[in-house]
């Protein structure tokens, strides 16, 4: 989670408006090309196809930060596309190829590759290699936040909430598009590589290593991570609640320290999630620890990230709960950011309580007695007009006040079967707040719209519960 949003907000607003009036001036798009029709970032991702599957490949060279990429996506398009676009704002893209054959392509606006193939792309499955090669750049958020690929002192790491997988993945960029990721990243010997999912290959040469991860339940493209460098790696295991065996492999940063407290309470942290939303989602855990100058961590799927000094518990605790709530259960549009950052810090307070820490109740209270002129009431959680908005205060802390006042309208039975019940109905989908309205007025039996337009619509402050 950020270190300050309250503070980025601040710095960034300027920088968001500057956005909101490039995005109001851009053409209308050719109808192949029409963005996916997410409320926040009008101008990401594309109706016109879905994607099944990222194949990366990846040449990469740690000192000069240069690679050489072909990204292999496999997608189904939903109608006959005379030309459609991906998502992208990385280097040079050398040659691009629908279903094999060359196809032309051009940039256009800040992060568009217009693709237009040779013959149109019939309904169905179809293929699209693209490939790039040069020094992919970092993205600067609304909030004046560092993503996309940025580099740390010994290689780099992809991180892509809100849109910075674009950096270096030509891709739908939306989070309504999730997809199986494929890695094959090539690197010289000494060097590790992380990403997500499982570890299905390292096949060595004399001079250099092919990492192979594969992550095969479906993943947003801001979950994406490629870590880089020279790093410890931890290999262990845990079972999960349904008597999975979940490998767990972790990369720290030497130079960092070692992150062995966090390594270590990952285990119960994913047990007590379990107990929480139902058994773990995935095939494989872990996290990341690397000297990435950026003040947040970030839940990227199955392997956390950490800025050093970020795998607190807390922050831990937070991560993990995104593997459910975000990750196997994932927004359709940005402004339902509260569905992942709420129930994450939610959990946070849950997990607190169980450790000595203050009851959810006394968390609700201490923020509830804060001015109705406190930044926390304003704009409402789901009501945000900037991106510099996403990671504020109102997602995280009135998000979780949500959680609470529904627990106490519904109370605790009801309650936690509607944490259970979201995860198991919406695991590997996309989801909408209307989606938890309908889910917990069905489980409880109440009519409760007006409790959710109080507490995520109605600007200023909330009147109880
Ligand atoms: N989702 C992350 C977390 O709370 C925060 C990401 C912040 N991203 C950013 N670009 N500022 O766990
Ligand atoms: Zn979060």
């Known amino acids: 989670m950020p270190t300050s949003p309250r503070r980025r907000a601040r710095l960034a607003s300027s920088l968001a408006l500057a956005l909101g009036t490039a995005v109001a001036l851009l053409p209308a798009a050719p109808a192949g090309a029409r963005p996916a029709g997410d409320t926040l970032f009008t101008d990401q991702g594309n109706s016109g196809y879905q994607v099944r599957v990222y194949d990366v490949t990846m040449d990469y060279q740690p000192l000069t930060n240069r690679a050489t990429a072909r990204v292999l996506v496999r997608a189904r398009a939903a109608r006959t596309l005379d030309s459609f676009h991906l998502d992208f704002s990385g280097p040079r893209v050398t040659e691009v190829l629908v279903d094999g054959v060359a196809a032309r392509h051009r940039r256009t606006g800040a992060h568009e590759l217009v693709v237009t193939p040779a013959e149109p792309v019939r309904r169905g499955r179809f293929t699209v290699a693209v490939s790039w090669r040069g020094e992919p750049p970092e993205h600067t958020d609304a909030d004046g936040s560092t993503e996309g690929w940025v580099r740390t002192s010994d290689g780099a790491v992809a991180l892509g909430e809100p849109v910075g997988a674009m950096t270096w993945l030509p891709s739908n960029n939306t989070p309504g598009d999730k997809a199986r990721f494929r890695y094959a990243i090539t690197v010289p010997t000494g060097y590790e590589v992380a990403a ?22 479906p993943m947003a493209t801001y979950l994406a991570m490629v870590a880089i460098g020279q790093f410890d790696v931890h290999e262990s295991t845990t079972t999960s609640l349904d008597g999975r065996t979940i490998p767990i492999w972790s990369f720290t940063d030497p130079t960092t320290g070692s992150a062995a407290e966090a390594r270590a309470a990952l285990p119960e942290i994913i047990a007590f999630n379990e107990r929480l939303f139902g058994p773990y989602p995935f095939t494989s855990a872990g996290l990341v620890v690397d000297d990435a100058r950026v003040g947040y961590a970030l839940e990227t799927q199955t392997r956390a990230f950490y800025p050093p000094g970020a795998a607190t518990t807390s922050t831990v605790v937070h991560e993990v709960a995104h593997q459910w709530v975000g990750n196997a259960v994932t927004l359709t549009d940005w402004h339902d950011i509260w569905l992942a950052e709420g129930f994450a810090v939610y959990a946070e307070w849950l997990y607190a309580a169980e450790h000595g820490g203050p009851r959810p109740g006394q968390r609700f209270d201490a923020l509830y007695a804060r001015p109705a002129s406190d930044d926390l009431w304003s704009p409402a959680p789901t009501r945000f007009t900037d991106s510099a908005d996403l990671f504020g205060e109102p997602v995280y802390l009135r998000g979780a006040m949500t959680l609470h006042a529904l627990r106490q309208r519904v109370g605790d039975d ?52």
Do not use: Q
Not at 196 to 217: H, I, M
Not at 439 to 453: D, M, N, Q, T, Y
């Open 196 to 217: 997500n999912g499982d570890l299905v290959g390292r096949d060595e040469s004399a001079t250099s290593t092919t990492w192979r991860w594969d992550a095969r339940d």
């Open 414 to 465: 009801d309650f936690f079967a509607i944490l259970r019940a979201w995860v198991r109905r919406h695991d590997d989908a996309n989801v909408r707040t209307r989606d938890l309205v309908r889910l917990s007025e069905r489980v409880s039996g109440e009519e409760l719209s007006g409790l959710f337009r109080e507490w995520l619509v109605r600007d200023g402050k909330p009147r109880g519960y």
